[in-house]
Nanobody
Framework: QVQLVESGGGLVQPGGSLRVSCAAS????????MGWYRQAPAKQRELVAT???????RYVDSVKGRFTISRDNAKMTMYLQMNSLKPEDTGVYFC????????WGQGTQDTVSS
């Protein structure tokens, strides 16, 4: 059974940093493109970044230069380092296998506010 557990969210002031983690189990983690997604209040969930099994990242324009996605295949864990955070980065952050219809986990709440 696939299980993806997000952690590391919190409250931070604008300009601050957060790092969120995604621990995977029940999948052959090293073979999948993985993604970070977020859902802002009253908005649809959106893709933020993806990373290939070999570690090649891609980002949406709104986070380029500020966010860094990474993964440790041996630990079956993925990370999202978020710097220079803005209030519009506020939302629940989810991880998932990119391109698959896999159930969503609970996510982790990140709030950027002064």
């Amino acid at each position: 059974q696939v299980q993806l557990v997000e952690s590391g969210g919190g409250l931070v002031q604008p300009g601050g940093s957060l790092r969120v983690s995604c621990a995977a189990s029940g999948i052959s983690f090293r073979t999948y493109v993985m993604g970070w997604y977020r859902q802002a209040p009253a908005k649809q969930r959106e893709l933020v970044a993806t990373i290939t099994p070999g570690g090649v990242p891609r980002y949406v324009d709104s986070v380029k230069g500020r966010f860094t996605i990474s993964r440790d295949n041996a630990k079956m864990t993925m990370y999202l380092q978020m710097n220079s955070l803005k209030p519009e980065d506020t939302g629940v952050y989810f991880c998932n296998i990119h391109g698959y219809n896999n159930p969503w986990g609970q996510g982790t709440q990140d709030t950027v506010s002064s």
